[in-house]
């Protein structure tokens, strides 16, 4: 293989990751590592060096879109940021100590819990009672709906700040944007709507990246040759998904996020284990 | 308290922000797109060797080291360029949020909004 074919081949992976990354929350690096290591044979810290790039790529790109239409929730997101930023830093530092068998398997198990709580949805609560720390810390809102603008209330929000610490360790250590906790943490324990969810998610993880990235830049992991088409083509599919998820109904998007996660989890488990990465 | 502007409203900050995310993407894949060409042009019929983790030589991991690379119109200086271009949007994205957070005079949000700054600049300048 040359590297022009595998750049053409990069591309069109990455543009799957990107549709998909911007329709789930999850970033295109949940698809980009496994892409990477299992298809192309690269080496993982590589692949975490692309993927980072590739979760920045997908989040600013379908979050141009996703802000101006009032999907995602500004506040929300700067407020989890500031535990998933600290968590990705400590993420980051430890990464070189742990091995990648023991990650993968980390990774593949974290995305099967995810899998059950993703399809076991809490019931909708539309006029639940106001948390007080969600009203003063003004994260309640509303986002665009086929029936016109719906509004919506927050809750257990140190629950979800804690999670997100989780969720920004896992990013930093595995250079995914970790965006599968972070939709749950949201949608399960602070009870916000799926596509404000995902889209917040996908807001945040960007900035997530943003922080691991530096510190893999510097240490040799950002590979031009490879983080090049990715980039390229996770932009164009996060903005084609941007598109999508305006028209999704909730319970496909849903469904969408269980199935790409469960591929991966056992992927990347049955990798863990019998020593393939 | 009321100063000489109008504070900016949430929506006019998610306009600007959209915007900026639009803007700032663009231009990374632009240069990202000159540096491309120029790679594959040079090295295009080359045979991959990613199996092995060798770490990339000293003047694509620094900013002072790409931007010299980038200078010299070398492909991969110039990919690595807008990757840190593209590094950057987010951090520009936080930065707007601050200054709206301010025009609004929301103490709590300007301080979460510094917080996750003071993170990130560490992360970038402060651990190497």
């Known amino acids: 293989m040359t590297i022009a074919l595998l750049t053409l081949l990069l591309w069109v992976g990455a543009l799957g990751a990107g549709m998909l990354g911007a329709l789930t929350g999850l970033g295109g690096g949940v698809v980009i590592v496994p892409l990477l290591t299992l298809v192309f044979h690269v080496d993982i810290h590589y692949a975490i060096g692309a993927s980072l790039v590739s979760v920045i790529a997908t989040s600013s790109g379908a979050a141009a879109a996703f802000v101006r239409e009032g999907y995602s929730n500004i506040r929300i997101g700067m407020f989890l940021e500031v535990a998933t930023t600290v968590g990705a830093l400590a993420g980051a530092f430890v990464a070189p100590w742990v091995s990648p068998s023991a990650t993968a398997v980390v990774f593949g198990l974290v995305l099967l819990h995810s899998v059950y709580t993703s399809t076991h949805p809490p019931e909708a609560t539309p006029d639940a009672p106001q948390d007080p720390l969600a009203t003063r810390l003004r994260m309640n809102g509303s986002y665009p709906s086929a029936e016109g603008p719906r509004s919506y209330n927050v809750r257990g929000v140190p629950g979800g700040a804690a999670l997100m610490f989780v969720a920004g360790a896992l990013s930093g250590l595995l250079g995914i944007g970790s965006g599968a906790v972070k939709v749950l943490a949201m949608d399960q324990v602070m009870r916000i709507p799926f596509k404000v969810s995902t889209t917040t998610s996908n807001f945040m993880i960007g900035v997530t990246a943003a922080a691991s990235a530096g510190v893999y830049l510097g240490r040799g992991y950002v590979d031009p040759g490879l983080a090049m088409p990715v980039m390229l083509g996770v932009l164009i599919g996060s903005m084609v998904g941007a598109r999508v998820l305006a028209r999704a109904r909730t319970h496909v998007l849903r469904t969408v996020f269980a199935v790409v996660i469960l591929v991966l989890a056992v992927e990347m488990i049955f990798n863990g284990l019998t020593g393939r990465i | ?128």
């Open chain 2, 1 to 128: 308290m009321r100063g000489p502007r109008p504070p900016v409203t949430d929506e006019q900050m998610e306009q600007l922000i959209g915007g900026l995310l639009r803007a700032g993407v663009l231009l990374a894949s632009a240069v990202v797109a000159v540096g491309a060409a120029i790679y594959l042009a040079r090295h295009g019929a080359e045979a991959p060797r990613y199996g092995t983790f060798r770490g990339e030589p000293d003047d694509l991991r620094h900013l002072s080291g790409i931007l010299r690379s980038a200078t010299a119109l070398h492909g991969r200086g110039l990919i690595q360029l807008g990757l840190v271009l593209l590094i950057a949007t987010p951090i520009a994205r936080v930065s707007l949020a601050l200054y709206g957070f301010a025009r609004q005079r929301d103490r709590t949000y300007v301080a979460v909004t510094l917080c996750v700054l003071g993170v990130l600049a560490y992360s970038l300048f402060g651990s190497h």
